[in-house]
């Protein structure tokens, strides 16, 4: 019987072991970060001049500020790439700048190198979601990324190009490179209005993907200060990080649209 039960806690003691290393690093308290962040800037000309796209500038470097540090229980991506959304033609790829170009700096360093990466001046002529997730899933997929839970946040009106007898074609807009990549995939439209963000959410096919907008009205009210209060440390902003997770990193449920 004592032979059984030293049997029984060495078997249990490797089972404890041997999953726990992928889940933790060695010395490390903290479980390794699994989310993979993307976030796309919309610099076609209809947003940049929309009054909008500098506030989301500064709201992205606070927002990626507060991911890459995790401060109020923000979670940490694995990985954070950023990339403009659409090009100079269809299916133009992007640069996707890696988390490395934004860690280790203070906000308004982040700020600085966004303004850098998407300048006014230079405006995609053409805002191209399809070729935006797919270059995700090709990114996701090289860096074996696949089965880890995907953020992607984007900036934009959300408008597509595309039109379908001078209707604006909400069904060309196509999620599935991202379905089979992970079993929690969200996408969060910002800076959209009510109508657009309603058909994002109602008419684009998908399965498992889910999707959160947010009003532009709604957005650009996180810089109010009785939400973040001036002359005060951003890891001391409780009200700040309170109203981050109710308006932008809210938890959706999947709905299934066809």
């Known amino acids: 019987m004592k032979n059984r039960f030293i049997i029984l806690t060495l078997l249990l003691t490797i089972a404890i072991s041997t999953t726990g290393c992928g889940w933790m690093e060695s010395g490390d308290s903290e479980p390794n970060p699994r989310l993979s962040m993307f976030i796309g ?13 500098e506030d989301s500038i500064e709201f992205l470097a606070h927002y990626i500020y507060a991911h ?3 401060i109020e229980d923000m979670e940490v991506p694995n990985v954070l790439f950023v990339s403009s959304i659409g090009g100079a033609s269809e299916n133009e790829p992007k640069t996707f700048y890696p988390i490395h170009t934004f860690e280790n700096k203070a906000v308004e360093e982040i700020q600085e190198q966004l303004v850098t990466i998407f300048p006014k001046s230079q405006l995609n ?22 089965l880890r839970p995907i953020s992607i946040v984007m900036v934009s009106d959300g408008i597509p190009d595309v039109k379908v007898d001078g209707e604006t074609d909400y069904r060309s807009i196509d999620l599935s490179p991202l379905e089979r990549l992970s079993r929690s995939v969200t996408i969060r439209l910002l800076y959209t209005n009510a109508v657009v963000g309603k058909n994002w959410q109602t008419q684009i096919p ?32 409780t009200r700040w990080f309170d109203w981050v997770k109710d308006n932008v990193d809210f938890g959706v449920r999947s709905i299934r649209v066809d």
């Open 41 to 53: 800037v919309d610099i076609s000309g209809s947003f940049v001049n929309s009054g909008y796209f």
């Open 125 to 146: 002529p053409f805002t191209d979601y399809n070729a935006f997730f797919e270059q995700i899933a090709q990114t996701v997929r090289n860096n074996n990324l696949v």
């Open 206 to 237: 998908r399965r498992r993907v889910k999707i959160w907008t947010q009003d532009a009205k709604v957005m650009e009210t996180w810089n109010d200060p009785n939400i973040l209060i001036p002359d005060k440390p951003l890891n001391e902003q």
């Open 68 to 70: 890459l540090n995790g």
